[in-house]
């Protein structure tokens, strides 16, 4: 736990002799702690020690699908990439989206099976021009396009491996922040992600919900 950044680091050998090292934040639990959540807290293999050895009040970093952007990355290779043969992977109003096979260690077999998706698609320099958006440094990599499906079929053609979503896409899903031809923004390509999340919460309604915090000098009524 390192208390300027609000980080937990890691850094030993693992069976192998080899050395893991990295480091989560608070960004791993998107949008942010909270008084509750409704969500798997299930810990991915990839990051059973970390969970074991992490103080109590950082554990939380390694639970449920929050950190699935790291989970199938090793190393440079970045999981769950879709397809990078041609600038899109898939076009807005079709329910098609090509894949980038990812088979790193940490693929589980619930992640080739689960049938909820989340797609996403980088910004473009293109987008924030056509926006009009002026100030540089504005100009980031983030996952502005993105969307939650639920996959009806996977399957591989002549083309590679492919799924088909339960509903025709809203935006078209470049292959990465440069697919359609921007010059990279931070100095860096960002890849488009498809990405599979299993553990998810399904069928869970939250009604009448409210916080009561005491304050001097007000009582409940008189915030009526």
């Known amino acids: ?14 069976e192998s002799g ?29 990051y059973t020690r970390q969970h074991a050895e992490a103080p109590k009040n950082r554990k939380d970093l390694f639970k449920g699908s ?4 790291w989970r199938s990355d090793e190393g440079k290779v970045k999981g769950w990439m879709v ?14 989206v090509r894949l980038n096979v990812t088979n790193t260690t940490w693929v589980t077999t ?7 998706w989340w797609i996403a698609s980088p910004a473009k320099r293109n987008d924030f ?8 440094n504005w100009f980031v990599n983030s996952y502005i396009f993105q969307d939650w499906f639920t996959a009806t079929k996977r399957g591989v053609d002549g083309t590679g491996s492919y799924i088909e979503l339960d509903r025709p896409l809203r935006f078209d899903v470049y292959r990465s922040s440069t697919g359609d031809g921007s ?23 939250i009604e009448n919900l409210y916080m009561t915090q005491e304050i001097d000098g007000l009582t409940p009524e008189s915030g009526n």
């Open 18 to 46: 080899k050395r893991v090292f990295g480091s989560a934040s608070g960004g791993w639990l998107w949008p942010g702690r909270s008084i509750f959540r409704v969500g798997s807290s299930q810990v991915a293999a990839k």
């Open 183 to 205: 010059s990279p923004m931070e100095d860096s390509e960002t890849f488009a992600k498809a990405m599979p999340i299993a553990h998810v919460v399904h069928h869970v309604g």
């Open 129 to 136: 021009l056509s926006w009009g958006v002026e100030t540089q």
């Open 83 to 96: 397809s990078q043969v041609k600038d899109k992977a898939g076009v807005m109003g079709t329910s098609t």
């Open 66 to 69: 929050v950190n699935y952007h």
């Open 110 to 116: 619930d992640d080739m099976t689960t049938v909820d």
């Open 1 to 14: 736990w390192d208390l300027d950044s609000m980080e937990y680091n890691w850094d030993f050998l693992d």
